[in-house]
T-cell receptor
Framework: KAGVTQTPRYLIKTRGQQVTLSCSPI?????VSWYQQTPGQGLQFLFE???????NKGNFPGRFSGRQFSNSRSEMNVSTLELGDSALYLC?????????????FGPGTRLTVL | AQSVTQLGSHVSVSEGALVLLRCNYS??????LFWYVQYPNQGLQLLLK??????LVKGINGFEAEFKKSETSFHLTKPSAHMSDAAEYFC???????????FGTGTSLTVIP
């Protein structure tokens, strides 16, 4: 089975721009979660989608949004980029239908905001 | 809310020495517990998980962890460190289906030759 894929792997944007990141989960996985990883803050949970519905949401401003499509692929959008948005954005997929389901992570998208 | 505490953001061990990475969680109900490893410029990879049953869990690469409910701990150990074990390690907890994962802040493991 192919793993979780994220595109693009690297992005450079300037302040004020917007960006869309994409995540393709493992086949059969219906849950997709997004995390922001920075050296000082560790992994910060953004949101989780399950069967096209947002199931959980972290404490991020409304500039961060996401969606999930019927094939479970997910996109994350960040509008009006700020310097502090520079981070590694990780996507994780899971079957999502049982308590002990683990998450499988993609390699991440490295976003740099100038 | 769940929380996960990893004591020691940086741990150094000599090659061949015992590896012990600490994880404590706060939970009102027995959670599901996970350890992940992250190598540079990569995503996280599952090392092991505890769901139910045996409290001593064995994972990949010789790692194991023991769930101790009375201590609310899930420490990760490996009897003999290898150079390839140098990485960032994350403990995570999940209360149950429909709930998000909560990750600790990570422990960077350095292995000294």
């Amino acid at each position: 089975k192919a793993g979780v894929t994220q595109t693009p792997r690297y992005l450079i944007k300037t302040r004020g721009q917007q960006v869309t990141l994409s995540c393709s989960p493992i086949s059969g996985h219906r849950s997709v979660s997004w995390y922001q990883q920075t050296p000082g803050q560790g992994l910060q949970f953004l949101f989780e989608y399950f069967s096209e519905t947002q199931r959980n949401k972290g404490n991020f401003p409304g500039r961060f949004s996401g969606r999930q499509f019927s094939n479970s692929r997910s996109e994350m959008n960040v509008s009006t980029l700020e310097l502090g948005d520079s981070a590694l954005y990780l996507c994780a997929s899971s079957l999502g239908d049982r308590d002990g389901n683990e998450q499988f992570f993609g390699p991440g998208t490295r976003l740099t905001v100038l | 809310a769940q929380s996960v505490t990893q004591l020691g953001s940086h741990v150094s061990v000599s090659e061949g020495a015992l590896v012990l990475l600490r994880c404590n969680y706060s939970s009102s109900v027995p959670p599901y517990l996970f350890w992940y490893v992250q190598y540079p410029n990569q995503g996280l990879q599952l090392l092991l998980k505890y769901t139910t049953g045996a409290t001593l869990v064995k994972g990949i690469n010789g790692f194991e962890a023991e769930f101790k409910k009375s201590e609310t701990s899930f420490h990760l150990t490996k009897p003999s460190a290898h150079m390839s074990d140098a990485a960032e390690y994350f403990c995570a907890v999940r209360k149950g289906i429909g709930n998000q994962f909560y990750f600790g802040t990570g422990t960077s493991l350095t292995v000294i030759p």
